[in-house]
Each structure stands twice: as C-alpha cells, then as structure tokens.
C-alpha cells in the first residue's frame, strides 16, 4: 500500500488569499485525486491529476479556483485560490495503488 | 449522477452489540469499496468487493455486495470501541476511469 503525507496538515487563511496544499506519496503512481471534505460528511471529488497531462475537474470545480500541478510521479499540489470561508474544508489528496485507492491524513483548512 | 446513500446516518451503540450499515444506489458498479476515517485521518480502505452476491470477512466485520451491484452492507458483529469511526462506502463507475463515487457516510459510535 503506498503511504501519503500532506502538508500543511492544518492552516487558517484570511480571504482573498491562496494556499496551496503538498501531496507526497512513497512510490511512483500514475493516479491522483483531490477530495474536499466537511467533518464527519462524505467526500466530494474535485478533480483527477494524472503526471503529464492536464488535471480533469469535476462539475462544479473549474482551474481558475484550484489549479492543480503534478510535476512527477510522486507528487502534487492543489492551490485554493482567492479564499472564501465557504472553502473552510478538510482537502485530501489519494492515489491509486493496484487498483485501490489510498488516502493521505488531509489537510484542514479554516478561512476566516 | 450517481448516489451511494446510506443508512443510518449516525449509529450509537453499546459494547458488544451487533450492527448493519446500507449502502444503496441506483446504479451499477464495477466494484465497491468500505472505508473507515477516525478524526483528523485520511479514509482507509477495509475491503473492495467485485462480483454480485460476494460476501467477504474481515474477523468481526462481513461485507456484502448485492447480487445486482447496486447496493452492499457492513455488519459488524460484537462491536468494540475501536470499531468508532465514519464508514463510507465507495463505488467505481462501470464507465472506467477509476473514479469512486463515495456514500453519504454512517457515524458509528461504540460505547463501553
């Protein structure tokens, strides 16, 4: 199974600002998703990030707003931009490792 | 778009009692997916069931696919403290892209 860490693991940001979110994962994987989540809720996709091509966003999510980088197989970054607290979320990014998928711990974010 | 609703929504329970998570849809899946999250952690993976009718074990917990791959359960038998978490179901579209689909999420709470 592979093995995620993320950081910053928490941050409080003032809006109209940006912050962006580091995934780092143990072994080389061609997938990688960034989740949004609310405490105790389900998780919603935002887009899926493969190494090499443009990141795919899903309905509701747009590049403007979450810019995505996957510069190699073991990384990736999600930037929120122009913060609002309605971005206040915990953010996780997974990869697919053998056809199941592996979280990373998130990262929580409170924008005040 | 497709829904993965379960029931219930928050569960408290005592020690030593057994329970059963749903998890519904609509639609068909290639696969589905059980995790589990603890508080300030990712989701991690508990068992992937593939073919219709599949029932997997995992010591006190049983999985269950349904014959039609549209729905599955969790029945935890004799559950401890440390079974406390919110479980999310996932399901992987038949469309491919490895994209999950995930529950509306079941708090379970096991109390001494």
């Known amino acids: 199974s592979a093995v995620i860490s993320q950081k910053p693991s928490r941050d409080i940001c003032q809006r109209g600002t940006s912050l962006t979110i580091q995934c780092q994962v143990d072994s080389q994987v061609t997938m990688m998703f960034w989740y949004r989540q609310q405490p105790g809720q389900s998780l919603t996709l935002i887009a899926t990030a493969n190494q090499g091509s443009e990141a795919t966003y899903e309905s509701g999510f747009v590049i403007d707003k979450f810019p995505i980088s996957r510069p190699n197989l073991t990384f990736s970054t999600l930037t929120v931009s122009n913060m609002s607290p309605e971005d206040s979320s915990i953010y996780l990014c997974s990869v697919e490792d053998v056809y199941e998928q592996y979280f990373g711990p998130g990262t929580r974010l409170t924008v005040t | 778009t497709q829904l993965l609703e379960q029931s219930p929504q928050f569960l408290s329970i005592q020690e030593g009692e057994n329970l059963t998570v749903y998890c519904n849809s609509s639609s068909v899946f290639s696969s589905l997916q059980w995790y589990r999250q603890e508080p300030g952690e990712g989701p991690v993976l508990l068992v992937t069931?593939?073919?219709?009718?599949e029932v997997k074990k995992l010591k006190r917990l049983t999985f269950q696919f349904g014959d039609a791959r549209k729905d599955s359960s969790l029945h935890i038998t004799a559950a401890q403290p440390g079974d406390t978490g919110l479980y999310l179901c996932?399901?992987?579209?038949?469309?491919?892209?490895?994209?999950?689909?995930f529950g509306t999420g079941t708090q379970l709470k096991v109390e001494l």
């Open positions: 996932a399901g992987e579209s038949t469309g491919g892209g490895n994209k999950l689909t």
């Open positions: 069931v593939v073919t219709g009718g």
